[in-house]
């Protein structure tokens, strides 16, 4: 169970104009509401303690605004499992049955939204798409390293969307066709070149695990420079925006900084090749000739 | 307070077409979304765009389809907008770099769909709308439009004159999630709603948590009406575990759907002895719980969709992204067992009562996407027409807002010209509980305020009323938590008001929905944090759940007849010569009054005529 912010339950004051019926029949109410709460949480307990089989998180806690929370701690869940179960589905549970302050991201439930990347026994993966049974207990669950963390898992992405914008990330071409029904023509192989890029979700877990950008707060990070191999090898922007793109991203603190860890690669819930699309990104720059740090 | 031309709430598919439309006008927009734009549910969207873009098709077939599809429910003024604009929306996305796949001769491809008459139904592989959506929002960036994101849009202001045709939109009150801070936005030429789906209502749903019926549930508090919410499409294959989709496409390609004991029962047990599994998302997802209540569903609970005999290289090559999702969300391996699949609920094809310019009948108040009902779907939606009513829709309403002329609509909106009043016999007291008692999560219009109130006094009023109820919901130390009251609606609409509806059921729901009604009165937050408070957006989120489950259970329990996606026991039939109407609620003194208004079948060059709708 969770150790949360103790409860102070006071009487409520009635206000003096309302009338001694009305008083009843709230009171009324509120106990009816109380049963119905205290009942949802005995039985909560009561399946925590009956089910076959349970899985024990262990989950950060921090909030700058809540006296206990303010040094982070963790906090211990047992959750009745049932097949199919995922992390996420876990937290859910938690927070529903548990401890309602229990904070964390997420939307689709099904690795599209990018929501939910966190950092689960010591690597960074999608709640959503991360099986209670693929993992050793205790689940440790973290928010994503090398971020601020905002609250609980929540974590401040703002760099991370900074990053991603400023790599110019949007379609230019000087060859559009002149009819608006009229479309661009573009190789199958030219698209199934960019279709892994197109893939990516902006969920952060590839800038969580790069020691780089853990080091460089200016480099672009692996994201951003996928966002980036996504127009610069699309063949409908032309060469002249190709030439415009590798400029970009040879610059300081592009393309040049990665090490080939590879750690991005591996913690990709979308499976992009994201270090070969680096490699491949700073060979097209040596090719066109241009200068490098 | 902030103030813009105009304010997008949502920022999906339709909320980011219309903030950059309303830009190509020249209009100072922003965008007002509890998700930052790129975690939005469009993303989630697999099949693909309608749109007639190559000889021998045209837009003229593509209404056809449509209205046939909406089972002759969809205002045929809006379903030929939707059929004539898409193919220049649909080919704007491919000038925007969208990724789509391609044909040998380098154009985007196109493929059968159901219901179609040709294959139109233009796509990126399995993931047409994660495309869609950041080809979408890279032209936000582009243009350098404003977000507010992960900001809660809780209530308009509106003003309060008697009739909702009277009333102006003046902006919005929002919650800013990270701070907690409560702010008004004034808009100074219109709001347009964007906020999605409401899939939330129900237990089961492939809609996103998010998806809450914010928009439409606070529209119809400030006196837009609600039309045809009985019109609910449930997809006949989700995973049982999270309702997580499992494309039309894998029966498409020939995936065959099996009971408990083997037997391929689509035609065994004579649902749909020429299409089999192909057969319409309607008539599939009666079928699966037909075999679950007669006790032949695996596990009480579900069936098998089996794709085995496919070939590995085959799927891999067509329908990559569903093992992925087999094995990550339901901890199967499609290519060594069957999947377990089950409906789910999917889409919502009424919602806010808009016009084809997708304008509501208060002044300034505009929605689009799937939270607006203009109608293109009527009765029932055809699968890859939901992402051209985003584009085409939500393009239009930005272009209107920001003043752009257009041609005026011929779809009426509000109580004018040819509409009848209805009843319905419900067990239980309807709308607000408790009013006046208590003023908890109120929404709608800020009263009081004065005849003479300035549009930014109006929203202010709205800004302390949100306030207080924020303070209200905080301070309280006891009481009942939303989790609580959610999870019994949705459990009840799941259980009575599904794919199966009829009539005693029906209004157990009611009495479960007026149940939860009184306990939220009584709702508490238990986090008291204002960083990050999720627990108080949940319990915002919950009061408009209950506001939707209601105006969906009474449409259906008034709808006396079988039409599109809703069926109901006692009815068997569709009844042209009483129900060629659309039903309306519209939220009068905190009870729903319902409300009819004929369709309009007389499009452009022809007459809609109701024909049986068989494929």
Same mark, same amino acid.
């Given at each position: 169970m969770s150790t949360q912010v103790p409860e102070s339950v006071e009487e409520e004051s009635t206000t003096e104009t309302a009338s001694a019926g009305k008083q009843k029949r709230d009171a009324k109410k509120r106990e009816r509401a109380e049963r119905v709460q205290e009942q949802r949480e005995a039985e909560a307990a009561e399946k925590a303690r009956s089910a076959d089989d349970t899985f024990h998180l262990k989950v950060f806690r921090y909030d700058p605004e809540v006296p206990e929370k303010q040094e982070p701690r963790f906090d211990d869940f047992h959750v009745p499992y049932k097949q199919g179960m995922t992390v996420l589905d876990a937290l859910m549970w938690a927070r529903d049955h548990y401890d309602s302050s229990l904070t964390f991201r997420h939307s689709c439930r099904q690795a599209i939204c990018g929501s939910d990347a966190l950092f689960v026994n010591g690597s960074q993966r999608l709640g959503c798409k991360t099986q209670l049974s693929d993992l050793s207990e205790p689940i440790r669950v973290e928010p994503l390293p090398h971020a601020d963390v905002v609250k609980d898992l929540v974590v401040d992405m703002e760099h991370f969307y900074d990053q991603m914008e400023s790599v110019e990330p949007y379609f230019q071409t000087n060859s559009l066709p002149d009819g608006e029904l009229d479309e661009q023509r573009q190789t199958r192989e030219n698209r199934e070149k960019v279709k892994m890029s197109t893939r990516c979700i902006w969920c952060s877990a590839c800038m969580s695990s790069c020691n780089i950008a853990a080091g460089d707060n200016e480099y672009l990070g692996p994201a951003a420079i996928n966002k980036a191999y996504r127009f610069a090898m699309d063949e409908r922007e032309g060469e002249d925006m190709k030439q415009r793109r590798l400029e970009i991203l040879e610059q300081e603190h592009g393309v040049w900084r990665c090490q080939t860890q590879f750690s991005c690669t591996e913690v990709c819930p979308k499976d992009i090749p994201l270090t070969e699309h680096i490699q491949e990104l700073k060979r097209e720059a040596i090719k066109n000739n241009l200068k490098f740090w | 307070m902030y103030e813009h031309d105009v304010i997008v709430v949502g920022a999906g598919g339709a909320g980011l077409r219309a903030a950059i439309a309303a830009h190509e006008e020249g209009a100072d927009v922003a965008i007002v979304s509890?998700?930052?734009?790129?975690?939005?549910?469009? /993303?989630? &969207?697999e099949g693909g765009i309608n749109a007639a873009l190559r000889e021998g098709d045209s837009w003229e077939d593509h209404a056809y389809d449509t209205m046939k599809g909406s089972d002759y429910l969809a205002d045929a003024p809006a379903a030929e907008t939707l059929c004539k604009d898409s193919p220049k929306e649909t080919i704007k996305l491919e000038h925007w770099g969208m990724a789509f796949s391609r044909d040998d001769d380098g154009r985007v491809s196109q493929r059968p769909f159901g219901g179609l008459s040709f294959p139109r139904t233009t796509y990126a592989g399995a993931e047409t709308g994660h495309q869609l959506l950041h080809t979408m929002y890279e032209q936000l960036v582009k243009r350098g439009i404003k977000v507010y994101d992960e900001w809660h849009v809780t209530r308009l202001a509106v003003s309060d004159e008697e009739k909702p045709e009277d009333r102006n939109c003046h902006g919005i009150v929002a919650y800013?999630?990270?701070?907690g801070q409560v702010e008004g936005f004034r808009a100074r030429n219109g709001v347009i709603l964007a906020t999605g789906g409401l899939g939330q209502v129900y237990d089961h749903t492939t809609n996103a948590v998010a998806n809450t019926g914010d928009g439409v549930a606070m529209a119809y508090r400030a006196g837009a009406p609600m039309e045809d919410m009985e019109f609910i499409q449930f997809h006949?294959?989700?995973?049982?575990?999270? /309702?997580?989709l499992i494309t039309e496409g894998v029966r498409g390609e020939g995936g065959i759907l099996y009971n408990e004991d083997g037997e391929r029962f689509m035609f065994e047990y004579g649902y749909a002895n020429n299409l089999g599994e192909l057969a319409s998302r309607d008539v599939v997802s009666r079928a699966e719980l037909t075999e679950v209540n007669e006790g032949r569903g695996i596990e009480d609970e579900y069936v098998h969709l089996d794709m085995r005999h496919l070939g590995e290289e085959r799927i891999i090559d067509r329908l990559e992204n569903i093992v992925h999702l087999s094995e990550d969300f339901e901890g199967v391996n499609p290519l060594e067992a069957p999947m377990p699949v089950k409906p789910g609920q999917h889409y &919502?094809?009424? /919602?806010i009562e808009t016009d084809e310019n997708g304008e509501t009948c208060i002044s300034g108040l505009y929605a689009a996407g799937e939270?607006?009902?203009?109608?293109?779907? /009527?009765g029932n939606r055809l699968g890859g027409n939901a992402l051209p009513e985003l584009i085409v829709f939500g393009k239009r309403a930005g272009h209107h807002a920001a003043g752009k002329d257009m041609e005026e609509a011929e779809i009426t909106t509000g109580k004018v010209g040819d509409y009848e009043l209805g009843e319905v016999d419900s067990p239980v007291e309807l709308g607000e509980a408790g009013i006046g008692e208590d003023a908890v999560a109120d929404g709608g219009t800020a009263a009081d305020a004065g005849a003479s109130a300035s549009g930014a006094d109006l929203v202010q009023r709205a800004v302390e009323d949100e306030r207080e109820t924020i303070d209200t919901l905080l301070e309280r130390e006891d009481g009942i938590q939303q989790a609580e009251i959610r999870e019994r609606v949705q459990k009840s609409m799941t259980r009575n008001v599904n794919v199966f509806r009829e009539e005693s059921a029906l209004k157990d729901a009611l009495r479960d929905i007026r149940e939860a009604r009184e306990l939220y009165q009584d709702v508490f937050v238990g986090d008291k944090s204002r960083t990050f408070n999720t627990d108080l957006l949940q319990t915002l989120e919950t009061r408009n759940i209950l506001d939707i489950a209601e105006a969906i259970t009474l449409g259906a329990l008034a709808r006396n007849e079988f039409r599109g996606a809703h069926w109901r026991k006692e009815y068997q039939e569709r009844r042209d010569e009483e129900w060629l109407k659309h039903t309306m609620l519209s939220w009068n003194d905190g009870r729903p009054e319902l409300w009819y208004k004929p369709v309009i079948l007389e499009g452009e060059n022809k007459t809609y005529e109701p024909k049986i709708r068989s494929y």
């Open positions: - | 509890k998700l930052h734009p790129v975690r939005s549910h469009t /993303g989630a &969207a800013d999630v990270q701070t006949p294959t989700t995973l049982p575990s999270t /309702g997580v &919502a094809m009424g /919602g939270c607006a009902c203009a109608s293109v779907h /009527g």
